[in-house]
């Protein structure tokens, strides 16, 4: 009875931090139509960025945080302005999603091909003196790091939810994503709205990454796997839905953790790929939302 | 009867280089590092054959090339290895990756546009982990083929399934199939509307397409006869290079892809030198300024260079010098 305990506290922990990851893509993606499959790329750059504050200057990887964000942040910036800005200019809206993944893909390659240069291709993790001692709940072990990896994602997800449904800018951002030409009719100013969206997005991917270097470990070519599942809390979630990728990610978690009563561990991400292609083939809209 | 002459005249360049990769081996001695390249440029073209026609002509990103590719690897050299001769065994691994296809792409091809694109992307990591979890040792051919390697057989495989490919690719696009296939990318509820079944030919398309992949994927095994790590013949790689050689060649061509292949590998030659793994970067960095700048390829830019000189020509700094 423990292990089901302890097997669902781990799906509940390891489902945030997919959520936590799948937020940035659905930002991007429910928003504002841009596909990126860059997305663990970034992860790992932001895990990165925490290490070198690690063992650079001994910061830890929670206080770095905010470094991280503006880091990754000024990081999205650059990205929308040299890759994607120019995608707005294609005639449908198909095309700027097909597109985005394409050019995505390729900074992919350039990404993961600095990082190897200035890294190396070795797996680098941040040792902190906290790591792997567990806070122990009647008998179920909850590690600290994945403790502090669920209150990261649950603050990130209110975080993301207050700033698009409270703010101007938030309203902005709707308002450009239904109709982009009568927004900036009415005063939006949709380039910007798209660029600092574009950072956000960036920024919670280097908030991932410090979740993923403290608790599991980065390397240059670790993005893809992390991308997948990002994607498949997205579409469970339904696409545009984002307040759903949270809770989404923890039944995928839960899904994931829980298959390892039936098939092999190291099968485990395999399985969360085919339930995923099953959900996309009968419910593609998505678990959470209404059909039409 | 005009026609004839005039496709007569314009095959004449790609007879003569043909013709040159058959001969040249024979008459005089290549070094084993030239050939070694040629084997893996033939392995390109025919993976970026592959991938243009499901990617280019009829429009589908599929992202899980890989699988088609590691399955022909794998089974070629299975295969191969119980004394199967090497032409059967690569057409087996074709089929066998004929047969993958109807099993994952089916599913598949029911979603549309960029679902597909990352469907396929999780099909193919679905394979490497099955795979990878599945051969935990080195793979190796027995000694006794070790012994006899020959790098010239390799080559002339290699020449023989790409001008398959080239040819399987040009006979589709100018058939009925092709038709359909352009209808599918072009407008695919257009087509849906006309008449066209466009399941079945994205299906039909996916199949050729796999098949050449698979086929690819023999050459390899062939080529390479020890493995360390299986899984890294499912490696994304092996899907994003054929990708990108399409798209720098020019998509929904047929000289598309051999041009952007021997440009890849020309390039990755002297770079690889100079810059070591940067090169890598560069590669990049190309890639996407031709999605951004020229999204016809090096093929597609042929006129716009044309316009480009005319202009430089009819300016008067031109008639000045």
């Known amino acids: 009875m423990e292990?089901?305990?302890?097997?669902?506290?781990?799906?509940?922990?390891?489902?945030?931090?997919?959520?936590l990851i799948a937020l940035g893509l659905g930002l991007l993606m429910g928003i504002m139509k841009f596909l990126n499959i860059a997305h663990g790329t970034f992860i790992m750059l932001g895990g990165y960025v925490s290490f070198w504050l690690f063992t650079l200057w001994g910061i830890d990887p929670y206080l770095s945080i905010p470094l991280v964000i503006v880091a990754m942040f000024l990081i999205g910036l650059l990205l929308y302005k040299l890759t994607l800005s120019p995608l707005l200019k294609l005639p449908h809206i198909g095309m700027r999603i097909s597109n985005s993944l394409l050019i995505t893909f390729g900074v992919i390659y350039v990404l993961d091909n600095a990082m190897t240069l200035v890294w190396k291709a070795d797996v680098r993790t941040v040792i902190a003196s906290y790591r792997g001692e567990a806070l122990n709940l009647f008998g179920v072990r909850v590690p600290y790091t994945g403790l502090a990896g669920l209150g990261i994602a649950v603050l990130a997800a209110i975080a993301l939810y207050f700033i698009l449904s409270r703010t101007y800018f938030g309203k902005h951002v709707r308002a450009a994503t239904q109709d982009a030409e009568a927004a900036s009719l009415c005063g939006v100013n949709v380039q910007q709205t798209y660029l600092i969206s574009c950072g956000i997005a960036t920024a919670l991917a280097g908030i991932a990454g410090v979740v993923i270097v403290s608790?599991?470990?980065?390397?240059?070519?670790?993005?893809?796997?992390?991308?997948?599942?990002?994607?498949?809390?997205?579409v469970l979630a339904g696409e545009g839905n984002i307040n759903a990728i949270l809770p989404a990610g923890i039944i995928l978690g839960l899904v994931e953790s829980l298959s390892v009563f039936v098939v092999p561990i190291q099968y485990r991400q395999a399985i969360a790929l085919l339930i995923f292609i099953i959900v996309l083939?009968?419910?593609?809209?998505?678990?959470?939302?209404?059909r039409g | 009867m005009s026609t004839i002459t005039a496709n007569w005249k314009k095959l004449l360049?790609?007879?003569i280089v043909v013709a040159a990769c058959i001969i040249l081996p024979m008459v005089m001695e290549i070094g084993t590092h030239i050939l070694s390249l040629m084997v893996m440029l033939f392995i390109y073209i025919i993976l970026s054959q592959s991938w243009s026609l499901i990617g280019g002509y009829t429009g589908q990103i599929n992202l899980g090339l890989a699988a088609f590719f590691g399955c022909g690897v794998l089974v070629t050299h299975?295969?191969?290895?119980?004394?199967?001769?090497?032409?059967?065994?690569?057409?087996?691994?074709g089929i066998s990756?004929?047969?993958?296809?109807?099993?994952?792409?089916?599913p598949t091809l029911r979603l549309k546009g960029v679902y597909f694109a990352i469907g396929t992307l999780a099909l193919a990591e679905v394979c490497r982990i099955v795979v990878g979890n599945t051969f935990t040792r080195m793979v190796q051919m027995p000694i006794?083929?070790?012994?006899?390697?020959?790098?010239?057989?390799?080559?002339?495989?290699?020449?023989?399934?790409?001008?398959?490919?080239?040819?399987?690719?040009?006979?589709?696009?100018?058939?009925k199939l092709g038709l359909a296939m352009a209808a599918v990318r072009d407008d695919e509820e257009a087509g849906q509307v006309t008449g066209v079944n466009t399941f079945k030919y994205k299906v039909l398309a996916l199949?050729?397409?796999?098949?050449?992949?698979?086929?690819?994927?023999?050459?390899?095994?062939?080529?390479?006869l020890t493995f360390q790590f299986v899984s890294s013949v499912f490696s994304p790689l092996w899907t994003f290079q054929p990708l990108m050689a399409v798209m720098i060649g020019g998509v929904g061509t047929l000289a598309g892809p051999i041009i952007g292949s021997v440009f890849l590998v020309i390039l990755s030659e002297v770079f690889a030198i100079t810059l070591g793994e940067a090169h890598l970067i560069l590669f990049g960095i190309l890639f996407i300024l031709v999605v951004l700048f020229f999204p016809y390829g090096l093929v597609g830019s042929e006129h716009k260079v044309r316009q480009w000189m005319a202009r430089v020509r009819r300016s008067r700094l031109w008639k000045a010098i």
């Open chain 1, 3 to 19: 292990g089901v305990i302890q097997t669902i506290v781990y799906g509940i922990v390891v489902g945030a931090l997919y959520g």
């Open chain 2, 97 to 106: 990756a004929m047969f993958l296809a109807a099993v994952i792409g089916l």
């Open chain 2, 78 to 93: 299975f295969i191969w290895s119980i004394g199967v001769p090497i032409y059967l065994a690569v057409a087996i691994g």
């Open chain 2, 207 to 224: 199949l050729i397409s796999a098949f050449l992949a698979g086929l690819g994927g023999g050459v390899y095994a062939f080529f390479q």
């Open chain 2, 144 to 175: 006794y083929y070790v012994v006899n390697y020959n790098l010239i057989s390799r080559y002339y495989l290699g020449l023989v399934v790409a001008l398959i490919a080239v040819g399987v690719v040009y006979l589709v696009t100018n058939s």
């Open chain 1, 215 to 234: 608790s599991y470990s980065v390397m240059p070519t670790g993005g893809l796997s992390w991308l997948l599942m990002g994607i498949v809390v997205m």
């Open chain 1, 281 to 290: 083939m009968f419910r593609p809209q998505g678990l959470f939302t209404k």
């Open chain 2, 13 to 15: 360049p790609s007879g």
